[in-house]
């Protein structure tokens, strides 16, 4: 049951994340293209910032479940393990995992470098780089419900 729960929460926060994956990079897009009017800038870095911190909270959330659903079976009685033969798919999965918290991190650098009146990428390639995070979702998703080695 404990095991059930844990997975339950793991992803309820892997979603909330992911909502803050696809939007940040919007935002972006958004501040790119607001031009020179400064109080929709202000306030595109205030939600951006919000977003960011919000996004950091539940990943650190999520990741902890994760390793808790990851690991659990060591301190936890009749709960499941994740770790056996056949379970490469969970090493490939969280490899891309890191490469969209690597991604989440570079959106936040463009926000910093925003909010200090930096120049951003163009809102095309913000759109293009806000694709990204799809793709690799798409495949954590495959990797998880096929478990192909």
Do not use: S
């Given at each position: 049951m404990a095991y059930?729960?844990?997975?339950?929460?793991?992803l309820v926060f892997v979603m909330a994340w992911m909502a803050s994956v696809f939007y940040l990079p919007r935002i972006l897009v958004n501040i790119a293209e607001a031009g020179g009017d400064g109080a929709v800038r202000e306030?595109?870095?205030l939600m951006g910032r919000r977003?960011?911190?919000f996004g950091?909270?539940?990943f650190g959330i999520a990741l902890v479940l994760g390793v808790v659903l990851w690991l659990g079976y060591r301190?936890?009685?009749?709960?499941?393990?994740?770790v056996a033969p056949g379970t490469g798919w969970l090493h490939a999965k969280i490899a891309l995992v890191v490469l969209m918290f690597v991604l989440y991190i570079v959106t936040g650098?463009?926000?910093?470098?925003a909010a200090a009146g930096g120049a951003l990428p163009s809102g095309r390639a913000l759109r293009w780089f806000n694709e990204i995070p799809l793709l690799l979702l798409v495949a954590v998703v495959w990797l998880v419900l096929a478990k192909p080695f």
């Open positions: 059930l729960w844990t997975k339950t929460f793991h306030r595109l870095v977003l960011y911190r950091h909270i539940v301190v936890l009685p009749d709960f499941q393990t994740m650098r463009w926000l910093k470098r």
